[in-house]
């Protein structure tokens, strides 16, 4: 007995167990301690341990296949030989037993019976008379001190919970161990955060993902995507960083009162520990993230500057699926496709890496300081690297190939094409058509040989060993009657000497040899992906999608949904060959990505007017798609620095979120009330304000929608768009919105019934006396008495209008050149509270002067002989908001810039720098957004960083931040709580609150 249960215990461990550990769990075990005192009782009926003497000998016999080893820093014992461990498990760890020993040492890491509690043991020397005793075992608190963490604990504890399960129980809530499971670790936020803090996000995604995998709960799914998604940011070094606790409330509050037994206490302990938290003073209240069972499935960091280029590998088992991404400052990371798990992380070069490819096991990358390398995708190690001197920084074009043994490299340069050997680094060749060609698109190199396509739209074909032309094509000749020279756009090699090309043109030839074999003509394009018997050719905003049947191709389809250039496109492949769905993924420079569903029917394809998914959460350009399988794929940007895994369609259990989504929110269409339950917005497409009560947020109600303007039927007819706001605003009463469009126009729009049932009457007026003439800015004075408009003309003429805000007339006009003004107004903004009935107006420009203006109402207008004027100067970069305190006295001016400048003013005249508040994130650091509290002591900074960042102004400290993971557009600060949106359609509400309040909302 004693044999059996002490080896059971040592291989029934996750990672071993020290020798107290052991000691005291069979201490534990009351068939231990019935055998052990078998002839014999023990000295203390109070306290009852297992005699040492025992274990001493087992320790002995079992001599050199007994070891010691590390396990978080503790000397833990384990059984040498592996098919020692195998045959223990085997006959000790089976049936009953197994769940035995794995809920002994489970409630030993609990700690169920330290600390002086007793266990009953029933012993044949005591004739089985139940007794309560202390077992002296040691305590398993979390965390053993400040910051110090019971490893241990969080290392073996969820391993043995999950084994202590009884294999029968299809779920973990039909079984005690799986409950405590739940409860204790895989639901608890404690637990959780940790476990982080002691080993890594990485560590604690293995717990879930082992329970999951065998015993899968919802709930518990959804924490563990929920920690998945979150994982960038909790990681990110450096810059705005999110708690653990925030992330996970802000992504699963949305699925609050659904699983009331796990997820339901989990939001309940995250909140608590939000509220307790000391190092900042932001609580989310609402859902504020994008919650698991949407779109994006991982976020892949690692890079510390933008990605330049991608290169990717598929695999049907994924054992050789890679993904690499190589970065502006010359580093390059490699992921494994489908884990998302990071391979390898190599630092060669010193400058941007300008392309890269995969082949088997073969990395090769080339860079702007003319080095080129070759990776082991195996080993992580260097094969050879190789110096081309053609390679600079302004080359016109760049590529590198890597064969498919990969033993060859060819480095391509402009007009250039150098044949390097990667065994010996010799450079074998360099292949040039004439100096006047430049290439034009990526070469493909199979089969002995490699093929290039050039600007002038020739093609070429040569032998690799002997750097020989076999045949060269041009588009003329191809194509017969081409008149024009267009640029190859794509090559693909099927077969020897066998050629697929597509120029820019829209042609297509499948060339072979000296004869081309048949042509296909569609259209120009910029971006081309094939699939089959489909191809998609994208124009600009829009993609044509042609369908090639018999040597014929006819357009089938044309996509139309994106607001700028195409920049990406790619399919994703069919699982199945039943499948009769094709998917076309679109990236665009507006951000925004569109999926697109083709189903085949009888001999051709039935395609919607509207893409089956639309995503917004990329944040930048979308300039590579990368296809992972038919549901999954990943892409990236030239102007970030991560790239972004997403799943669509897939068949999982997924919980619907109710919220309105994707809701598109810019700084200048949208405003929330002052009371913050209202939010109106306008829809450009369709000419409407839409009113929204947002005091259910994330789950919005849309009230009302408005028609505004006189023609805005007309536009829908004739299916015009809008024109642009330059400002959308509330009234404090919730009654009026106030629209300024960069046509002239100005509008006046009651937001509600009267009692009558009817809508009062709508104002509006037209600055603009040509199409020269357009609003670059407007707001609404702090009274709501005036609005304030900028009317700018031809290059440099800026007249600053003051209108009257119940009949939208002029009553104030003056030229800004006249009083030395450069630039175009950026911004503006108003006070008035200081100077009782005058009207303080600040004026920002795109060459970074404030102009202030203070105006003397006389009756009813401000004539020009009671105006004074002065100039700030201190910005560089264009102003983009002007932001004030309530009354009046500070003023927070951001730019495009990194630099913030906060100004006081002095004596109730002038104004002078208090400080500078710079921002160092790599990120684009325009402000969007500025607002202060009620009370004046603090100032909310919302950016194109992603996040928001409140400062104290009477000492300049960050006093909190919140990471927020998209531009942030508008901010309306309300009491103590601050609601913010991003251009990705989310609103944000926090809670707000100074260190010496926090202990009030504990």
């Not at 043995?160 to 639901?187: N, P």
């Not at 750097?467 to 024009?484: S, T």
């Not at 492949?573 to 029917?601: F, H």
Request: proline share 3%; aromatic share 8%; glycine share 6%.
């Amino acid at each position: 007995m004693f044999t059996s249960r002490t080896i059971g215990y040592i291989v029934a461990a996750r990672n071993g167990l020290m020798e107290s550990e052991l000691d005291d769990l069979l201490s534990l075990d009351n068939d231990v301690l019935d055998n052990a005192y078998q002839y014999w009782p023990p000295s203390n009926r109070n306290i009852v341990r297992v005699p040492t003497l025992l274990w001493v000998r087992l320790r002995h016999d079992l001599g050199e296949d007994l070891v010691e080893r590390q396990s978080v820093g503790k000397t833990v014992l384990g059984l040498y030989h592996r098919q020692f461990v195998e045959v223990a498990r085997e006959r000790y760890l089976v049936g009953k037993m197994k769940t035995k020993i794995h809920a002994n040492i489970a409630l030993y890491f609990l700690g169920t019976y330290a600390d002086g509690k007793k266990k009953t043991v029933l012993l044949k020397i005591w004739d089985m008379e139940p007794v309560a005793t202390d077992r002296k075992v040691s305590s398993q608190p979390l965390e053993i001190a400040n910051g110090v963490y019971n490893l241990r604990k969080l290392d073996e504890l969820p391993y043995h919970l999950f084994h202590a399960c009884e294999e029968g129980e299809e779920t973990l809530m039909d079984s005690f161990a799986g409950r405590v499971l739940c409860e204790e670790i895989l639901c608890n936020a404690k637990w959780l955060d940790a476990k982080i803090r002691a080993f890594s996000i990485k560590d604690a995604l293995n717990d879930y993902e082992m329970v999951l995998a065998a015993k899968p709960l919802r709930s518990v799914r959804l924490i563990s995507e929920a920690l998945k998604i979150a994982k960038p940011t909790l990681e990110f070094e450096g810059g705005v960083r999110n708690s653990l606790t925030m992330e996970m409330f802000g992504r699963l509050e949305y699925f609050k009162h659904r699983y009331k037994e796990t997820l339901d206490p989990f939001l309940d302990q995250c909140d608590l520990m939000n509220r307790a938290l000391t190092d900042h003073g932001l609580i989310p209240l609402k859902a504020c993230f994008q919650p698991p069972g949407e779109e994006l499935k991982a976020t892949l960091i690692g890079l510390s500057s933008a990605v330049t280029c991608v290169a990717t590998q598929r695999s049907i088992d994924r054992t050789q699926s890679y993904l690499a991404a190589g970065s502006l400052h010359g580093s390059i990371i490699v992921w494994q496709l489908g884990t998302d798990d990071t391979l390898h992380t190599f630092k060669p070069h010193k400058s941007a890496v300008l392309a890269m490819d995969i082949k088997g096991l073969r990395l090769a990358s080339m860079s702007a300081d003319s080095s080129i390398y070759v990776f082991n995708l195996d080993t992580g190690s260097c094969i050879n690297s190789f110096w081309d001197s053609n390679v600079g920084e302004m080359v016109e074009f760049s590529s590198v190939v890597i064969s498919q043994d990969g033993g060859v490299v060819a480095s391509c340069v402009g007009n250039k094409t150098s044949i390097w050997d990667v065994t010996s680094g010799k450079n074998l060749h360099v292949l040039e058509k004439n100096p006047q060609s430049v290439l034009s698109c990526r070469p493909v190199m199979e089969n002995g040989q490699i093929v290039c396509g050039y600007k002038d739209g020739s093609v070429v074909c040569w032998t690799i060993d002997k750097g020989k032309e076999e045949f060269r094509f041009n588009q003329r000749r191809a194509m017969n009657k081409m008149a024009r020279k267009f640029p190859v756009g794509k090559l693909q090699l099927s077969g020897k000497d066998q050629v697929n090309c597509w120029w820019r043109s829209g042609h297509f030839a499948q060339l072979e040899k000296n004869d081309v074999k048949r042509t296909i003509v569609t259209e120009d394009f910029n971006i081309s992906a094939q699939d089959e018997d489909l191809i998609a050719l994208a124009d600009r905003k829009c993609v044509n999608i042609w369908m090639e049947k018999q040597q014929e191709a006819t357009k089938i389809a044309v996509l139309r949904h994106h607001d700028d250039v195409i920049s990406s496109l790619a399919w994703l492949p069919c699982q199945q060959d039943a499948d009769k769905r094709k998917r076309l993924v679109v990236g665009s420079k507006d951000a925004t990505i569109s999926v697109w569903e083709m189903e085949k029917i009888n001999e051709g394809y039935k395609v919607d007017d509207t893409p089956c998914d639309v995503i917004f959460g990329m944040g930048a350009p979308v300039d590579f798609i990368i296809p992972v399988d038919s549901h999954i794929f990943v892409t990236a940007s030239l102007k970030v620095f991560y790239l972004k895994v997403w799943r669509i369609g897939n068949d999982e259990e997924n919980d619907a979120v109710e919220r309105i989504r994707n809701l598109p929110f810019t700084e200048h269409n949208h405003d929330v009330s002052s009371c913050g339950k209202r939010l109106a917005l306008f829809d450009r497409p369709k000419a409407t304000v839409k009113i929204f009560d947002i005091s259910a947020v994330p789950r919005l109600k849309q009230l009302e929608t408005i028609f505004i303007g006189e023609g805005a039927s007309k536009q829908r007819k004739k299916k015009k768009t809008s024109p642009k706001t330059v400002m959308l605003k509330m009234s404090n009463d919730c009654r009026k919105i106030y629209c300024a469009f960069t046509n002239g126009k100005l509008l006046a729009v009651p937001a509600m019934l009267e009692e009558s049932g009817r809508r009062g009457q709508r104002k509006s007026a037209n600055l603009s006396c040509n199409s020269q003439s357009q609003i670059t800015a407007c707001c609404l004075s702090v009274g709501e008495n005036y609005l304030v408009v900028n009317l700018h003309k031809n290059e440099d003429e800026n007249n600053l209008i003051i209108v009257d805000e119940k009949t939208l007339k002029v009553i104030h006009l003056s030229a800004l050149n006249g009083f030395g003004f450069h630039g175009i107004v950026s911004c503006l903004a108003t006070s008035s509270s200081l100077y009782e009935e005058d009207l303080a107006v600040f004026v920002g420009s795109n060459m970074g002067e404030i102009n202030v203006f203070r105006f003397l109402k006389n009756g009813e207008s401000f004539p020009n002989s009671a105006m004074t004027h002065c100039k700030l100067q201190g910005h560089k970069e264009s102003l983009t908001t002007l932001g004030l305190n309530g009354d009046g006295s500070c003023l927070l001016s951001g730019t495009n810039g990194k630099i913030r400048k906060l100004w006081k003013l002095r004596n109730r005249q002038q104004w002078s720098i208090e400080r500078t508040i710079s921002s160092e994130s790599f990120l684009n650091p325009k402000v969007s957004s500025i607002a202060f509290t009620p009370d004046g002591n603090f100032v909310v900074i919302g950016s194109h960083e992603r996040n928001i960042k409140i400062y104290e102004i009477a000492t300049g400290k960050l006093v909190a931040s919140q990471y927020v993971y998209a531009p942030v557009v508008g901010i309306t600060v309300c009491g103590q709580k601050i609601i913010l949106r991003t251009n990705q359609g989310y609103i944000i509400t926090d809670l707000f609150y100074t260190m010496s309040e926090s202990s009030q909302h504990l």
